[in-house]
């Protein structure tokens, strides 16, 4: 069988998801760079394959697919190893709503408007836009009032086993983190911040660290 192909800068937080699911397995993979800051995902080679412009791609014996959700399920269903699905139905429709929430909220308000913003834009020689971070803000804080409400007790985010929600959650809280907005909201939740000191020694959030510069 052929090791799994992700198609992807090893900066963005969907490839990182990607291959969190692939590192919790285990299984070994290929990572294969596209250059975005060079618009290499825009460019045709990587349009046949999403042709969306959006990363990751992915491909595993002559299954091709794009949008991280299909893909880590996939990889989860067709890849041998541990489950990264509660099998309860209560436990695996909490982790699609933590999933969810993270899509549809919480990467467009922390890291489009956080992240990008803060810590991008400079790093790319431009200047924060203060008014976009602030318009980030308030979702941002519901998505983490909202998720440390849902995981309850449980050590991670939808029970007492590692789960997809928790790799959706652990590139975007990676980055959060490293702003100043972030380290602040951050601050009070106590259940989130011993979540992230449990996650980030594990091998698969170590190996799979993200390097920007």
């Not at 799994?4 to 294969?32: C, D, H, M, N, W």
């Not at 436990?91 to 929430?101: E, F, H, K, S, T």
């Not at 985010?157 to 983190?177: C, E, Q, R, T």
Request: include cysteine; charged fraction near 20%.
């Amino acid at each position: 069988m052929a090791a799994p192909i992700i198609y992807g800068p090893q900066f963005s937080t969907y490839v990182r998801t990607a291959r969190l699911a692939l590192e919790e397995k285990p299984a070994s993979y290929e990572l294969v760079d596209v250059a975005m800051m060079q618009g290499a995902h825009k460019e045709p080679e990587f349009l046949a394959r999403n042709p969306f412009g959006k990363v990751p791609a992915f491909s595993h014996d002559g299954v091709d697919l794009y949008e991280t959700d299909a893909i880590i399920r996939y990889i989860d269903q067709a890849i041998p190893g541990q489950s990264l699905q509660p099998t309860e139905a209560a436990a695996r429709a909490r982790m699609n709503q933590i999933i969810g929430i993270l899509d549809s909220f919480g990467y467009p308000s922390m890291i489009t408007k956080v992240v990008m913003q803060r810590i991008v834009t400079p790093m790319l020689g431009g200047q924060a836009d203060e008014a976009v971070i602030k318009d980030g803000l308030p979702t941002a804080e519901i998505c983490l009032k909202e998720i440390e409400r849902l995981m309850g007790n449980s050590k991670f985010l939808a029970g007492d086993k590692i789960s997809l929600a928790d790799l959706f959650l652990v590139p975007i809280y990676h980055y959060f983190a490293a702003t100043p907005e972030g380290q602040k909201m951050l601050q009070p939740r106590s259940k989130l911040r011993a979540w992230w000191d449990h996650m980030k020694t594990r091998n698969s959030v170590v190996t799979t660290e993200p390097k920007l510069g």
